[in-house]
């Protein structure tokens, strides 16, 4: 079974900065590919970045250069920096990562969620 422990949400204004984290725990393998969603009232969640094994990474459009994806695979976490933030940016914030626990399984797990709140 593998957990993913999300922190870092908040409430800032707009202009600001934040930093999420997500930390996987359990029976890992090998990860190949962790990444962020997001989700505002009313809307679809959708990609916000991700960051694959090889270190290649992809972003929403609405957030290049704003927001930057990083990982530390020792400690398998992965972290988005987010500046320049906008009221936009508010949302619920979903650790996604694909994680294989043997040779013959590879699932997608999800985190519970941080709240992002920028106020204008």
């Known amino acids: 079974q593998v957990q993913l422990m999300e922190s870092g949400g908040g409430l800032v204004q707009a202009g600001g900065s934040l930093r999420l984290s997500c930390a996987a725990s359990?029976?890992?393998?090998?990860?190949?590919?962790m990444g962020w969603h997001r989700q505002a009232p009313g809307k679809q969640r959708e990609l916000v970045a991700v960051?694959?094994?090889?270190?290649?990474?992809d972003y929403a459009d609405s957030v290049k250069g704003r927001f930057t994806i990083s990982s530390d695979n020792a400690k398998k976490t992965v972290y988005m920096q987010m500046n320049s933030l906008k009221p936009e940016d508010t949302a619920v914030y979903y650790c996604?990562?694909?994680?294989?626990?043997?040779?013959?399984?590879?699932?997608?797990?999800w985190g519970q969620g941080t709240q992002v709140t920028v106020s204008s």
């Open positions: 996604n990562a694909r994680i294989r626990s043997s040779y013959y399984s590879v699932n997608n797990y």
């Open positions: 359990g029976v890992i393998f090998s990860i190949n590919a």
């Open positions: 960051i694959n094994s090889d270190g290649s990474t």
